[in-house]
């Protein structure tokens, strides 16, 4: 008599498990196609110079960048190790820490950010060029359970007359 009941509960066992297994299968490709975390979107608006000098081919100047960031997912997105970057010929001539913040689910952060580029020597000619690389690190909580690390770059190259400091145009 043992052995028909002990066949039922390890069938049932069976049974519980498949549909266990099942379920957490399920789960996780609805988690993958609904809540799956993307990298932020950012988008550069404006570049200017307001300050601006030359003096025997070294150029000094303050930069100021204009950027929105939008975050597309359904939860916030904190970012903590974001940095601008600007770059002559490779080598960088300014930098700035971003400060840590937060952007709530599917809002857009508009950030202004503006610091004093070093003297630097500058090639001979009517303009230069420098490389603007902004980078936002962090991550993004999907129902308050799972932390996913998302990341966004953004590159873009400046146009600047060397005669008054004006910005002739950027590409992103």
Do not use: W
Not at 101 to 122: E, S
């Amino acid at each position: 008599m043992t052995k028909p009941q002990s066949r039922t509960n390890l069938a049932s066992c069976f049974v519980a498990t498949i549909f266990l297994i099942f379920l957490l299968l399920l789960l996780f490709i609805l988690y993958f196609t609904l809540f799956k975390p993307h990298d932020p979107k950012i988008a550069i608006s404006a570049v200017q110079l307001p300050s601006f000098s030359v003096t025997n081919s070294t150029v000094n100047f303050t930069f100021s960048q204009y950027v929105s960031v939008r975050n597309p997912n359904r939860g916030t997105f904190s970012h903590y190790d974001s940095s601008l970057q600007l770059l002559y010929y490779g080598n960088q001539v300014g930098f700035m820490f971003v400060p840590a913040a937060k952007i709530d689910a599917g809002r857009t952060q508009y950030m202004a950010a503006t610091f004093t580029v070093q003297a630097f020597p500058v090639a001979s000619g009517p303009t230069m060029e420098i490389e603007s690389r902004i980078e936002m690190a962090g991550r993004v909580r999907v129902l308050h359970l799972f932390s996913h690390h998302v990341e966004a770059k953004s590159q873009c190259r400046v146009a600047i007359s060397v005669s008054d400091g004006s910005v002739l145009g950027f590409r992103c």
